[in-house]
């Protein structure tokens, strides 16, 4: 992806921002520096914020209720990065809503919804207006994930047999699961190790855990639609400042394997090394390993968390999607859904009991 800057396109989609909090400002509104977006307005509740924000990211005006900055900018799109109720509901699906009926396309940040009903709600509104809803599921749009995705449709490959994902994650206790609140910090991380699950190998079928109380930490297994295995460990109780994540696809013959995000070596098959009489591990340059991880001395963009986070390509994605009239690729309501299955099922399934998805469930 060769990047342009904001100023440099000629055509920009009109935006508004519901939500000036932490995250938006460190990783959403500067993701407009390299997007085909004009900021018109910011809303926050907190209407301060909402000046602060729009004074510092160029937008001329600033409101504290949607509905009056919708009537009054008639926006193309809008970003929205809110938070929860004190219910636990995600305040951003209703909001969502009300955009859609406004007219305007919407990018938001997830979770998307608090369950598959207030998704199938969401989609209604969507479906009703004909109007773009796109997730922000920005691990699916690293630089990483995407090679290990065009990596798994290489014949060299093979078709994926299996993937184990580590990503630390405390599930709560069963007698805490039916509470929303309590339900939170679950519901907010599983979209990322769900989404790179779902975007390399499709629909989960089946899945059982097994979960250690102390920590919440829990290791399940998967079987996906297309026949491959996998394993979720969802790894509580690791050190703070640790790399979070790690993910490994097998594939026939090779396996490729992404560390920390950033750093990832893709073991390509046809090496040969006959047991008992290889002297040298070297293999030869045609089937050698292949590594790739950023170097952090140069003021690139590829170093810039913005970018191998995966911030700026999704929101490009999205503005480019609008503005060329087409559905997004990925981050799509339907890929959301099968994040909250996921979801859905953790909170209501006991451990050692594994239980199939159904695949309209
Ligand atoms: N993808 C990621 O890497 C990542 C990282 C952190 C947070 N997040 C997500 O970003 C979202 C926000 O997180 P945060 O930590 O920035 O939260 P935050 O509480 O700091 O910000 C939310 C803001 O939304 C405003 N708001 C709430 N309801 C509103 C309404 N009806 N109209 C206008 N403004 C309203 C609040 O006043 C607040 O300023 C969450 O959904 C979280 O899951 C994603």
Redesign the pocket.
Known sequence: MTVTYQFEYSERLRCAF???????YR?VYPTFQYAPVELVAV????LE?AQTYARGFGAPSAYDD?HEMLARERPDAVFI???YTAEGDV??TA?AEDCLRAGAHVWM???TAAGIAQLDRLQAVADETGLTVMT?L?KIFTPAMEKVKAILSTPEFGTASSISVRYPQSLPAPDARSDDVAMIGFL?HIFHPGAILTYLMGPVRRIGYEWEPRTGSSVSSLLFESGAVGTLHLAAGSATGAPLERVEVIGSGANVVVDNGVRMTYYRAGAESPYGRSASFITGDDVAPLHWEPEFSLGQLYNKNLFYLGYVPEVVHFCESVLAGKPPEKGTLADVREILKLYELYRRLPAGEPATIEPRS
């Open positions: 519901i939500g000036a909090g932490g995250h938006s990783n809303c926050d509740v907190q914020r949607h990065v809110t938070s305040q951003a909001l940040e997830k979770p922000g920005k907010d």
